[in-house]
């Protein structure tokens, strides 16, 4: 099939009511595969098309062509900003959103901190995931607001980007945005505060480790926290956890050095 029946076959699929929408990405993945400059062509006037559908495709195609060579990665995000410029509906911001997750650079930042705050779920999920291995300030400000988000899994998954994903990333806000999530009504989002703070060696985050360990919580990451806190208070919680049978030797090694530094 020629890459111009392809995106014809593509297109159908997108305005398909009636539609698979594993037939639709089959198709988009095949385009990810063909000559990158043939695709563009084709693609790229859709950043202007009247049907939001089809405007879809261009985020949709575009995030993966000539898969991790990026080729076109330039034209890409200056085409996704043009996009963006003209106030798109939150399906097809969510959707560049969602896109820019494939690229990494300081203009994905620039293009996506602004809407940290979209009243769509779907758009805030994007950028969250767009920009949750981002140092820039820009995107750390957006993560911390994220951070306070309403939707449970959005905080938790806000939480665990400044808490563990970004570790090296330290200073009052960040630390304070974790802070208030160590009372969080969410669980998972409590304990990704947790192990952010204790990573920093941030003592507010000994009472509740200690009392997740106590109730024989176990993982890599809780016994990297415990080890970072190298408190006497945690060890005699960790040596309990040395008969756990069920730790994988990853564990059992982290534990171990947890003792240690206890």
Known sequence: MTTAELFSRAQAEAVNEDGDPDAYW???????????????????????????????????????????????????????????????PAELLACIANACVDFHDAAVVMMLAPHAGHSDDGVREGVLHALRRSSHPDALAALINLSR????????????????????????????????????????????????????????????????????????????AARALASPKLREALKALEKNPKLTDEERAELTAAIAAC
């Open 26 to 88: 089959e198709l988009v993945n095949a385009l990810h595969d063909a000559d990158p400059h043939e695709v563009w062509d084709l693609v790229a006037p859709l950043a202007t098309h009247d049907d939001v559908r089809l405007q879809q495709l261009v985020p949709d195609v575009l995030r993966g062509l000539g898969r991790e060579a990026q080729p076109l990665a330039v034209q890409t995000l200056e085409l996704f900003a043009k996009m963006l410029a003209d106030e798109p």
């Open 149 to 224: 988000d309403a939707v449970d899994e959005l905080r938790e998954w806000a939480t665990f980007a400044l808490g563990s994903q970004l570790p090296l990333v330290d200073g009052p806000e960040v630390r304070e945005a974790l802070a208030a999530r160590l009372t969080d009504a969410h669980e998972p989002t409590r304990d990704e505060a947790v192990i952010g703070l204790a990573l920093r060696g941030d003592a507010r985050a000994l009472g509740p480790l200690c009392t997740q360990l106590e109730r024989g919580f176990v993982g890599v990451a809780l016994f990297e």
